[in-house]
Each structure stands twice: as structure tokens, then as C-alpha cells.
């Protein structure tokens, strides 16, 4: 092989092909950072008078914008099968399951990068403290680099999981 293919187009090759493997490599580590409540906040429903409403507090801790978000709200139970047990899976209506950004924290505005999804659904009639559990799974891609996370809290006790109350303003968690 002559020396010039070697120089002139094998080592570019290569090259570009290394440096591009690093570059992404670098850039699928930049994904949104997302933080999930730890509790369910029960309120009074305004919509439906005499019913509650659940809600589930999603915070974006990153500096840049969380898109493509969508969300989804089940009770998981176990369920027994003649090989033994599966999982059986109930979903929740949520009032809105797909949100088109939550934006980055930004420190002048921090209310800004949390979002609330809330279910008019009777969470309580269905969510005994057994094995079973409730399952929030969340999808976000970063706005930068288009890469996504998936991020799912558990919720296994109703005494300790479902509070009264509202989430306080900004990115605190919190119910009070």
C-alpha cells in the first residue's frame, strides 16, 4: 500500500473516527437531572367538588431545559400465575401526561423549573400497603443534547407517602 493512502486518508479516518466516538461519549453524559417527590400531595379537588386530587411534584435541577417530557402514574401489584407470580399494572389518568419543557433552575425565577402532575383518579381505593406499590416513571430529554433519562419513584405506604397538603413554591419538595 502506498504511503500516501496511509498518511493522507487511513490516519483521517481513523482519527475522526476516534475524536467522534469522544465527543459523544462526553455529550451522552449530559442528561437532564430530574428529582421526583418524595410524597403525594392530596388536595381538595376544585374541578370535581367532594373529591381529591393527588399530585406529584417533578423538579429539573439542571441548568438547561427538560423537553419531551412524559409521564406516567400506576399501581403495581403482584399477581399470581399458574409459574408464579407477574406484575400486574393499573394506570392513573393523569390531567396532563406530556409536558413540552420544564424549564432549567434558574435562581431569579425558581418556581419556574418544577411541574406538577396531578390525577383526579381514587388513588387511596385501590393502594393497599402489601406488596403492591404506586409507580411514577418520568422521560426527559436535555435541550442541549437531545439525549433522554428515565427517572421512577416509589411509593410503597400510604400513612407515610400520601400527605395532606400543597408542595411549597420553588424547588423545594415539601409538603405543607
Do not use: C
Request: cysteine-free.
Amino acid at each position: 500500500m502506498p504511503n500516501w493512502i496511509i498518511e493522507f486518508v487511513i490516519i483521517p479516518i481513523i482519527t475522526g473516527l476516534f475524536t467522534s466516538l469522544l465527543f459523544l461519549s462526553l455529550l451522552s453524559r449530559i442528561r437532564p437531572q430530574i428529582e421526583i417527590s418524595e410524597n403525594i400531595a392530596r388536595v381538595k379537588s376544585k374541578k370535581y367538588p367532594g373529591k381529591h386530587a393527588y399530585v406529584i411534584k417533578v423538579v429539573n435541577k439542571s441548568k438547561r431545559a427538560a423537553i419531551d417530557v412524559q409521564a406516567r402514574f400506576a399501581y403495581v401489584k403482584d399477581k399470581i400465575v399458574p409459574d408464579g407470580t407477574i406484575k400486574r399494572i393499573t394506570d392513573f389518568k393523569l390531567e396532563k401526561d406530556t409536558q413540552f419543557e420544564i424549564p432549567g433552575f434558574d435562581k431569579n425565577e425558581p418556581d419556574a423549573s418544577n411541574f406538577r402532575f396531578l390525577t383526579y383518579d381514587d388513588i387511596e381505593e385501590q393502594w393497599d400497603n402489601g406488596k403492591a406499590f404506586m409507580l411514577f416513571v418520568l422521560y426527559a430529554k436535555d435541550s442541549f443534547t437531545g439525549f433522554g433519562k428515565v427517572v421512577s419513584r416509589r411509593y410503597y405506604l400510604k400513612r407515610v407517602n400520601l400527605k395532606d397538603g400543597t408542595f411549597k413554591i420553588g424547588p423545594s419538595a415539601d409538603i405543607v
